[in-house]
């Protein structure tokens, strides 16, 4: 048997092999990961310290669940549900009894002649009017329940589930739903909300919108690729590439245990942009070939292309794996592994470009469309003649870049950052629209967890301290989007007006310490002393504020802390130092961690690039050159972020790299022929039109490909689906529009890999 079908089968084989094998793992071991602590370096200073506190504190994110009667909740069906389902809650094995916190849990604090009685709002039902007004006032008048677990309006109760995030799994998700739901009807309605609730709901409706979208993507692609192509079998061979090397990094994966976070899925995305601009060079090639040698054996076209195209995909490929491998000074490990797994995805279709592709041919062989006739003698081709327009009019060209870097650079200086899980979903999909009902009725669904800590044992039973901390909360909430807050100062302030006749007067913390100690030591032998373990420590030096948000964004939660910051001195006169805690401070060191990263890989990737095509090609002018289109399309992408108010979030984090992997792609390639060409032609502008005519139109190809293929993706039922395939899509049009004619004018006119 001929040599070459034998080394063609082998590499089909063990090529299917290999797949095969990865594919196992993606069903045994591949999962999705939409825990936002999974994301974060646990050895990270500010997460090391918060899991601290969380255990100090029992910090837990809670699942709110609301159950609403239009007609007011003072009614014995309602709080019959209320208490079955809180007494089913605490008997999960997911829940601790103490984590369940509701009307028909929570304390309520009195005062009586013997002291402080502390006891549940309601055991058993009230069976007349006298027994329904006293629990209504009881609640009314105790401001540690009223507008906590009752709202306002009297019209919802409120149920927090606190649980560790390590529980919460898909299983639960739906059977805590479906459990919640199931008290639904006759009047009252359930909702559910909560951080995670909102995970759980990303992780479900996540992969099912990509498993709808990535399909109908395949399909535009796989349309328009043979319309560029005009071959069934270079169509395929282009497209087995991609979904081979997307098999072979997700199999990696799942057999690394690493898990498929939400960036993950724009994986599929660089190896289609990228593996198909490698099949369109080579069938763009083997057709020039071919056209010129009909007659020509199968092995010579392929080694001529071979020849022609290793150079170029072999500095392509490697540049573009640099580019993403930046993403590993990153501490996020979703950007970290994006990168990572990225880079070996460009690398597995390289290899498939020189090795897979070639095997296909020479087994299956290749047909192209039949050659175009040739133009009259002196009629310019369509190339040509776009290459002398954009040369005539390079004035008005470098106008309209720098023109458009001036616009992105003040459009960059507006993006902001944000890590909000609710903005990933529609604002009228089901999930926001119970996030928005719980907000309205009670304090927030997102938490700020403020640890207040000082070296001096009783500290916070001093006055002076629970007063400034008394002072701080009230502040707080005085912001737009700061719902409640509860500390021990509550606790107290509560116990003083009580102890006081239950006079308004008296609703403020004790002014001497004696009497600080004595209600708190009341309270601890009449009521739950693991209650007070929440929000200070044994030893009274350590307490944890906790406040209630209305939102999980970013700005949201920075403005909480720009608050409580300006209260940080005075709190170190007293001894007294501020830290942070919980998920929603960890999501802002998150988006802080995002930017960072940004910086560093866009800095980092942009020199090594510089570095890499000077290096290369043996010349600094042609380093820079090939650099501009890359760092304009970065520029434009980021400018467009600030100026349509698109957040930097873990997923348009990434378009830098998107830019750079693309951009330098498309550089090497106009490069490298460039020069192929300058060395065949006296002029430099015979180079350029070569160049354009053989080079320029794969370019265009790809770019339009890939285009049309995340276009698609704005018809996603998820807002960040839309903009990826926005952003994705700009990021290529910027690129192709760069090199053939920003890279073009500046080769031209600095006259690089000149004789």
């Known amino acids: 048997m001929n040599r070459k079908i034998v080394f063609s089968v082998s590499v089909l084989v063990v090529v299917v092999l290999t797949s095969l094998f990865f594919l196992s793992e993606i069903k045994q071991h591949a999962r999705m990961e939409t825990n936002l602590d999974a994301y974060m370096p646990s050895s990270h200073p500010a997460f090391v310290y ?201 199999g990696l994966m799942a057999a690394s245990g690493i898990p498929i976070y939400a960036v993950s899925t724009m994986i599929p995305v660089m190896l289609i942009a990228i593996g198909v601009a490698y099949g369109i060079y080579f069938f763009n090639h083997l057709k020039q070939y071919t056209q010129l040698h009909p007659e020509g054996e199968r092995s010579k076209a392929v080694r001529y292309v071979l020849r022609v195209l290793h150079r170029p995909l072999t500095m392509a490929a490697f540049t573009t794996m640099i580019g993403f491998l930046s993403l590993l000074t990153s501490e996020v490990y979703p950007i970290k592994y994006f990168g990572l797994f990225t880079a070996f995805g460009i690398l597995v279709v390289f290899l498939l470009a020189l090795v897979f592709i070639p095997a296909c041919i020479l087994l299956f062989g290749y047909k192209p469309s039949h050659p175009k006739k040739t133009n009259k003698q002196g009629k310019k081709n369509g190339m040509e003649t776009y290459t002398n327009r954009v040369l005539l009019h390079r004035k008005a060209i470098y106008s309209v870049v720098i023109t458009l870097a001036v616009l992105s650079i003040y459009g960059t200086s507006n993006v902001w950052i944000n890590s909000s899980f609710l ?86 913390i004790p002014e001497s310490k004696e009497m600080i100690a004595q209600y708190l030591l009341l309270y601890e032998m009449s009521g739950d002393p693991e209650n007070l373990g929440k929000v200070v420590n044994y030893d009274y030096n350590r307490s944890n504020v906790t406040f209630q948000l209305k939102g999980d964004d970013t700005k949201t939660i920075q403005s909480a802390l720009s608050l409580i910051e300006t209260y940080r001195n005075r709190f170190l006169s007293l001894g007294i130092d501020i830290n942070y805690a919980g998920s929603g401070y960890k999501a802002l060191v998150f988006t802080d961690l995002i930017l960072d990263g940004q910086i560093k890989s866009i800095l980092l990737s942009l020199l090594l690039v510089f570095i890499l095509l000077s290096l290369l090609f043996r010349d600094i002018k042609a380093g820079l050159a090939g ?77 339009w490909v890939v285009i049309a293929g995340f276009l698609v993706l704005l018809f996603s039922v998820f807002p960040p689906n839309r903009t990826l395939g926005a952003l994705v899509s700009l990021n290529m049009f910027t690129s192709l529009a760069g090199t053939l004619s920003l890279l073009m004018i500046v080769v031209y006119q600095w006259n690089i890999f000149k004789k």
């Open 423 to 508: 903005a990933n979903f529609e604002k009228d999909s089901e999930i926001v629209q119970t996030d928005v009902f719980v907000n309205s009725k009670f304090g927030g669904t997102s938490t700020l967890n403020v640890v207040l800590e000082s070296s001096t044992y009783d500290a916070f039973k001093q006055s002076e301290v629970l007063s400034l901390m008394d002072e701080m909360q009230t502040e707080a909430e005085g912001l737009q989007y700061v719902g409640n807050s509860f500390s021990l100062a509550d606790y107290l302030k509560r116990m003083h007006r009580v102890m006081n006749a239950n006079d308004e007067a008296f609703y403020h």
């Open 50 to 250: 918060s899991d601290q506190a969380e255990e100090w504190f029992s910090i837990n994110d809670g699942i709110l669940i609301a159950i609403e009667n239009p007609k007011g909740i003072y009614n014995a069906q309602t709080l019959t549900k209320l208490k079955d389902m809180s007494l089913g809650l605490q008997e999960m094995p997911e829940f601790e009894a103490t984590d369940i916190t509701s009307l028909y849990t929570a304390d309520n604090i009195l005062g009586t002649e013997y002291g402080l009685d502390v006891h549940a709002f309601y055991e058993e039902i009230p069976t007349d009017s006298i027994q329904w007004n006293a629990l209504r006032q009881q609640i009314r008048d105790n401001d540690m329940a009223y507008g906590r677990v009752v709202s306002n309006d009297e019209t919802v109760v409120l149920i927090a589930a606190g649980m560790r995030d390590s529980l919460f799994t898909d299983d639960f998700y739906q059977h805590i739903l479906t459990y919640a739901k199931s008290f639904e009807g006759d009047g009252d309605r359930i909702y559910v909300a909560g951080r995670p609730i909102v995970e759980g709901t990303m992780g479900q409706l996540g992969p099912k919108d990509m498993k709808k979208m990535i399909p109908i993507v395949i399909i535009v692609i796989t349309l328009i690729l043979y319309l560029v192509l005009r071959s069934i079998r270079a169509t395929a061979a282009t497209l087995g590439t991609v979904f081979i090397s997307t098999v072979w990094v997700f």
């Open 627 to 703: 650099t501009l289109p890359i760092v304009l399309t970065a520029l434009i992408s980021f400018g467009v972020m600030g100026l349509f108010n698109i957040p930097l979030s873990t997923t348009t984090a990434l378009l830098s790299s998107i830019a750079i992997g693309i951009g330098i792609d498309y550089a090497i390639h106009f490069l490298e022929h460039y020069k192929t060409n300058q060395e065949k032609n006296e002029r430099k502008i015979d180079a350029l039109h070569q160049t354009m005519q053989q080079t320029g139109k794969a370019i265009l190809f790809n770019a």
